[in-house]
C-alpha cells in the first residue's frame, strides 16, 4: 500500500499515510491546536478589558455641581413671574439673553465676582415656552427688542 504523496505507507495492511505525512499532519494538528489557544487568550482577555472599561460621563462633576445649584436658582427666581414677551402668560422658563456659558463673564464685575453668564440673573429673561421658541427661532426680531444681545464682541 501506498501514500497519498506515493511513498511507501507505514500500514500495509490497511494503508494510510507515509511517515513524513503522518509527520506534516501531527505539526499542522499542533499549529491549529495553539492558534485555537492563542485566540481563545485573546478574546478573553478582549472581553476582560471591556469589562474594566468605564465609561465616558454625560456631564462631568463639575458641571453637574453648577447645574444643581443653577436649577436651585432658577426655580427661586422664576416662581410666580409673568413672560416678558407675553404678559398674559406665566413664564416657565428662562432665556439667557447673553447665553449660558459656564466659563464665560459678562463683564468685569462678573469677573470679579465669579458669576459665569449661566448665574447672572442680570442677563435672565423670564419667559414662557412659547417666547422662547420665538426668540430663539427670530433671532433678529429678539435682538431688536432686547430679548437678546449679540453674543460676540
Not at 506534516?24 to 474594566?52: C, P, T, W
Not at 464665560?104 to 447672572?120: C, E, P, Q, T
Request: overall charge positive.
Amino acid at each position: 500500500m501506498f501514500c497519498h504523496c506515493g511513498k511507501k505507507s507505514r500500514n500495509v495492511t490497511i494503508g494510510g499515510p507515509c511517515a513524513t505525512c503522518e509527520q506534516k499532519a501531527r505539526k499542522l494538528q499542533r499549529m491549529v491546536e495553539k492558534k485555537a489557544a492563542s485566540d481563545a487568550n485573546r478574546i478573553q482577555s478582549i472581553r476582560k478589558a471591556k469589562r474594566n472599561i468605564k465609561p465616558i460621563a454625560q456631564i462631568s462633576k463639575k458641571q453637574a455641581k453648577a447645574n444643581r445649584a443653577y436649577s436651585a436658582e432658577r426655580g427661586e427666581w422664576i416662581k410666580d413671574k409673568r413672560c416678558a414677551v407675553y404678559p398674559e402668560e406665566r413664564a416657565t422658563e428662562v432665556h439667557h439673553m447673553k447665553g449660558r456659558s459656564r466659563s464665560a463673564f459678562a463683564d468685569d464685575w462678573a469677573r470679579v465676582h465669579g458669576i459665569s453668564l449661566l448665574m447672572d440673573k442680570r442677563y435672565w429673561l423670564p419667559v414662557s415656552a412659547r417666547a422662547h421658541k420665538k426668540i430663539t427661532d427670530d433671532s433678529g426680531w429678539a435682538l431688536e427688542n432686547n430679548y437678546s444681545f449679540k453674543r460676540t464682541a
